[in-house]
């Protein structure tokens, strides 16, 4: 007998009693199960209420496993689903598992048989759901220090554009400290002051005069 808080399973199939002998199995595990006799059927009640674990069949009138297995992985991606095909069938069971289904039961099957794969495919899902949540945090955690690293680059280019005036050079300061000697034209030199008149222009050759 399903359990308050048990798995939720969808069984679609065409064939009421293989969709009965499954649903049978699913609840004696514990799982709680709907029905649904077609994929059009299945979907209106995936729209009700989406559980994690479908059951179909490949050949059902309206909508085959298919064209519902698509709409399944395109409208509720988490959920595990499970084809059941006939063994001539295998290669378009394959293409399913390609399109993504997590496993493919062939008529006629063993309920043991069926009760393994359910098993694993509830644990692939888990398996993708928390690689899933890992993926999508670690894109949070990147984003977020991609924005910190921004927000720390303009930080510092505005501090650098607010920054206090430059100093005076110190060439400048050794310059305004000390007064600038007085220079006399290049090549000559300074008269001394001994009271006596030089006359620079000769009388004569060899001629001076005080």
Not at 152 to 177: I, K, N, V
Request: glycine share 6%; net charge neutral.
């Amino acid at each position: 007998m399903p359990q308050p808080n048990a798995v939720k399973c969808l069984v679609v199939d065409d064939e009421p009693r293989l969709r009965r002998v499954l649903v049978r199995l699913l609840e004696g595990e514990g799982f709680s199960c709907a029905e649904a006799g077609s994929g059009t059927e299945a979907l209106e009640i995936l729209q009700q209420d989406p559980v994690p674990l479908v059951i179909s069949d490949l050949r059902m009138p309206q909508m085959d496993g298919v064209t519902l297995l698509r709409e399944i992985i395109a409208r509720w991606p988490t959920t595990a689903v499970i084809v059941v095909t006939a063994v001539a069938e295998v290669e378009s069971a394959v293409a399913c598992l390609q399109l993504g289904a997590l496993d493919y039961v062939a008529k006629p099957f063993h309920l043991d048989e069926v009760r393994a794969r359910v098993m694993q495919a509830l644990d692939k899902r888990s398996l993708k759901m928390e690689v899933e949540d890992y993926r999508r945090t670690l894109e949070e955690r990147v984003q977020e220090q991609a924005r910190r690293i921004e927000e720390l680059s303009l930080e510092r280019l505005q501090a650098l554009g607010t920054g206090s005036p430059s100093a005076p050079s110190c060439t400048t300061s050794a310059r305004s400290a000390y007064p600038r000697p007085s220079c006399t034209r290049r090549g000559s030199s300074p008269t001394p002051n001994t009271g006596t008149s030089w006359s620079t222009r000769s009388s004569g050759p060899g001629s001076w005069r005080p």
